[in-house]
């Protein structure tokens, strides 16, 4: 039986104190009675300059209320004593086995790519990381009986306390220690990228998103990857996260041979809803760190700027199969979109999958929630701004227009 407890206890105890990079490694070490944090081959020098930015961060800018100072702190202990123990196996493991041709879906935000992760998790040919594994990934998935039932059980306590399980996030977002994540926390022990969506650091994320830093986020990820698969390699990864778009030179630098596929919706609907989720992370650390007038147009201007740019790379990488999934289709017609998408990779989508897709879908609730009451003008946009900035964008891939507000 695995004692995360005696390692990750104070993941769920209340703190009051100031956060400071030395100090938290000193807590980890001590937690986990390892001192190695990778040395030049993980980049430690500028993973120790990250955190520092980051700590400054939440002394500063990101405003933390008194439980979100705990929150944080939380979510640092977890990155902290996950990465020690991810160093200290991984230089244990007597192989290192490929990561071959991995099916990757990214795109917009907001565009069903967790809806369809989850559907094509189902495969039981595909290997996905959970929320669980992907923070916590010692011991790999298969080494003991018990591991993945206590992993699951005793993550699922560290969301509660982070304030990840509440209905008003679920109802915007699925967290759960068990279900299918996205590549994005499998990134998160090289302290990069992921930790600006939840905590408002900007000297922290100018940092974070150098070429160095997306880097270093990409070499973790595989890294954690081979962990997780252990010497169990069969089975094809299936990854996911938006952020891949922004980041798609890296993506393939990591994985040549990625299969990948993109989401596309009516960025009307998208930017507010991305905004609407935005607010709502960053409400369970901080007190009014980001004026959601001010974000709208931010994002706006953010995406427009990812989706030409990701336009132009396709553009300029024809030999490259990239597959275009449009939201409509994929919400009125799930595992024939699936079944399209597996057509267009060579793949064949087997009965059992089928079946187990089916069954998902019966019980899923994601995109059933009721209708949360915002709007464009909630985030500073009018709908002006939408078709300037990503009128091009819906025309070049003939995506519907949705009624927006």
């Not at 300059?49 to 961060?57: D, Q, V, Y």
Request: hydrophobic content about 40%; aromatic content about 8%.
């Amino acid at each position: 039986m695995l004692r995360l407890d005696a390692v990750y206890a104070a993941a769920l105890e209340p703190y009051a104190g100031t956060f400071e990079a030395t100090r938290l490694m000193a807590e980890a070490e001590q937690a986990t009675g390892l001192c190695d944090w990778g040395g030049e081959g993980w980049a430690e020098g500028r993973f120790r300059a990250r955190l520092g930015a980051m700590c400054r961060g939440l002394e500063g800018e990101a405003q933390l209320h008194a439980v979100g100072r705990s929150r944080a702190h939380s979510r640092l202990h977890v990155l902290l004593g996950s990465r020690l123990r991810q160093v200290e196996y991984h230089g244990r493991l007597g192989h290192r086995q490929p990561i071959t041709a991995p099916l990757v879906g990214t795109g917009l935000p907001r565009a069903g790519t967790t809806f369809l992760h989850g559907l094509l998790a189902c495969d039981p040919r595909h290997r996905v990381a959970t929320a669980a594994q992907a923070a916590i990934p010692v011991p790999p998935p298969g080494q003991y009986v018990t591991a993945e039932r206590d992993r699951t059980a005793f993550y699922q306590r560290i969301l509660a306390f982070q304030g990840f399980t509440t209905p008003d996030v679920t109802a915007i977002h699925p967290y759960a220690a068990g279900a299918p994540e996205e590549c994005v926390f499998l990134q998160e022990g090289a302290c990069g990228t992921p930790l600006g969506a939840f905590y408002n650091a900007p000297a922290f994320a100018a940092l974070a998103t150098t070429d160095e830093g997306i880097s270093d986020s990409y070499a973790w990820q595989k890294r954690m990857m081979q962990t997780l698969q252990g010497a169990q390699p069969s089975g094809r990864w299936l990854l996911k996260a938006p952020s891949h778009a922004i980041h798609i030179d890296a993506l393939f630098a990591a994985f040549p041979d990625a299969l990948v596929f993109i989401n596309h919706r009516d960025p009307g609907k998208v930017i507010p809803s991305m905004a609407s989720l935005y607010m709502k992370l960053y409400s369970l650390a901080s007190a009014g760190s980001v004026d959601p007038q001010m974000l709208g147009p931010r994002l706006v201007a953010n995406w427009s700027g990812i989706l030409d740019r990701l336009d132009d790379w396709r553009a300029a990488h024809p030999q490259v199969r990239i597959v275009d999934v449009h939201y409509g289709d994929l919400i009125v017609a799930p595992i024939v979109t699936a079944r399209r998408l597996y057509t267009a990779f060579g793949l064949h989508l087997p009965d059992v999958a089928q079946r187990a897709m089916a069954a998902h879908l019966e019980t899923d609730n994601h995109g059933k929630a009721p209708a949360r009451p915002y709007g464009l003008a909630d985030f500073g946009l009018r709908e002006a701004d939408i078709e300037d900035a990503f009128g091009a964008y819906i025309e070049r891939h003939g995506v519907t227009r949705e009624v927006r507000t």
